[in-house]
């Protein structure tokens, strides 16, 4: 005689998928479950179930999903995604819904695992492909609409130059609050433009912004640093995490320690030895790929599963992703509105299932999102000066030591104070740069260069017609 399957058993898969309004697939119900039940039992009781009127079956063959009987329908928008009307979510493709289901089950429900080297063997460049051809294409024609020549005619990284300003802004913002920062983006603004840290925040807020400054100015005020190289991903962690790592020697440095993963059950590669290895392996096999969205993806997925570096993993992933972007003159991806659940969801789908789904939902919906921004932004663009970005420091100091000293704003004044890290060629653009910030400089502005009130108007009534 067949088995009578007990009630309790029918009870626990109503309750494993009751919490889910839009229903769970068969696969993300057979990896909660483990190896605990085979598939052809599960098919049984899933029938059983449909059979008793305790849960329904919507969808047909891979699209099939299980849920409770008496939810309202989902409006069409929703149901074409798959996803929660309720919460911000980017749309999810049944594929990501699947992920998202699992990773939102309690972590005592989701098995313990470890780094799976098959995840990164089974990917060739070049042969191998995250992204669809049909998806790349989409994407490039997204990335390539800016500016008035083909962008590569164009020196690599001019692109995310002209719109330098409003990145350090933008990327520096959303990727910390990615991380849980709380600074909003006028805040950051401020930060950023005038060096004013916001009311009522902690240091390692402030720090985190800051960081994130100087390691986009990396990038793209040099070219030669856009290269997917082991020295360009250390030296973005070593920017990205100054002042934040427990242990200062572990800034820009591969881990020598074992990590965990807050909210997840994954366990990274423990062994010093073995993850300089893999380090250089996934850094390799991230230069050989041609296509600049296939690369920026693949370093999103390997470098967090990696975890190379103590903490600040993920964030050193998303400015590396944009690397490409850069050497080919394509629209920066800025992780701009964002929601922070999704991108954790599409993370952890990573670590624990190998699964890129979710967070290519992410990419995708982020990369057309940052698009939208900077068609905007380029309609009113006015280029930046890159010698002032250059030199913005030592212009501020020789603005300032003139006002300070009460000396008159001449060629000459300013030609006695040109500091050495100016280089000869840009020794006479640099004196003209100088003399222009007198000709606007007043109390409004003059913060910037660290001059108080009492200074400025000291000096003013001096050289008063002088300017």
Known sequence: MPRVTPQTELDQLVDLISPHPYGMGIEAIARVLGDSLQRRTLQRRLAALVAQGRIQMLGEARSVRYRIPGYPPAPRAVAASVQEPTEAYVPTSPQGEEIKAYVRQPRALRAPVGYKLEFLEQ???????????????????????????????????????????????????????????????????????????????????????????????????????????????????????DGLMADPAAVGRVRRRAVEIGGSVYLPVALPQRLEELFGIVIQMAAEIADPFEQAFFLMVHLPYLQPFEDVNKRVSRLAANIPFIRHNLCPLSFIDVPQQAYVDAMIGVYELNRIELLRDVFVWAYARSCQQYVAVQQNLVPPDILRLRYRQALGEVVAAIVRNGEAPTQAAVQARVPPTVAAPDRDYFIQLVLQEFTALHPGNAVRFGIRPLELAAWTEKHRGAQ
Do not use: C
Request: glycine share 6%.
């Open 123 to 241: 990917y060739h460049p070049n042969h191998t492909a995250y992204l669809t051809q049909a998806l790349r294409d989409q994407l490039h024609t997204l990335g390539r609409a800016f500016g008035q020549s083909p962008a590569d005619q164009t020196p690599a990284g001019t692109f995310a130059r002209d719109i330098l300003n409003r990145l350090l802004i933008d990327l520096s913002w959303a990727s910390s609050q990615l991380e849980g920062n709380t600074y909003s983006r006028l805040d950051t603004q401020r930060l950023i433009e005038f060096g004013q840290a916001a009311d009522g925040k902690n240091a390692l807020e402030t720090q985190m912004i800051l960081n994130h400054k100087q390691a986009i100015e990396y990038l793209v005020l040099d070219p030669a640093h856009a290269q997917v190289t082991p020295d360009t991903v250390i030296a973005l962690h070593a920017f990205l995490s």
